[in-house]
């Protein structure tokens, strides 16, 4: 059944250095696909920096909805902006980081219904 998803309902998950707003989950989708909505934050001056993390078996959509930011991964720091899109292999070690100090905001896409499982950190 189609349906229109509305932000400010979702499930929000704090994740280390970002906030994940769960749009669709395999619940929503018969097992198919996981969408997220993230806004991931600056890395903190003082703190300990994100690790990279890897989603075993499945790889990742990433839309830049808002911000500038850079994709740390195997081929090393890529840069990216508002309007781009990403597409990150299964099993390649990752993150997307603000390249200035405003938030970036993201819609990811995982097909999978449940990427909590297949990801580390």
């Given at each position: 059944m189609a349906k229109?998803?509305?932000p400010h309902?979702?499930?929000?998950?704090?994740?280390r250095g970002r906030r994940a707003s769960v749009l669709l989950t395999g619940d929503d989708t018969n097992g198919q696909m996981t969408v997220r909505m993230v806004e991931v934050d600056?890395?903190?001056?003082?703190?300990?920096p994100r690790p990279l993390h890897v989603h075993e078996g499945v790889g990742e959509f990433i839309w830049i909805i808002k911000g500038s930011g850079?994709?740390?991964c195997d081929q090393g720091v890529i840069p990216a902006q508002t309007g781009e899109v990403i597409f990150v292999p299964a099993g390649?070690?990752?993150k997307i980081m603000?390249?200035?100090t405003e938030p970036l905001h993201l819609l990811?896409?995982?097909?999978?219904?449940?990427i909590a499982a297949r990801t580390k950190e």
């Open positions: 229109v998803l509305q309902d979702a499930e929000v998950l704090h994740l600056p890395e903190p001056v003082d703190g300990e850079l994709l740390h390649e070690k990752h603000p390249s200035g990811c896409v995982f097909p999978t219904g449940d």
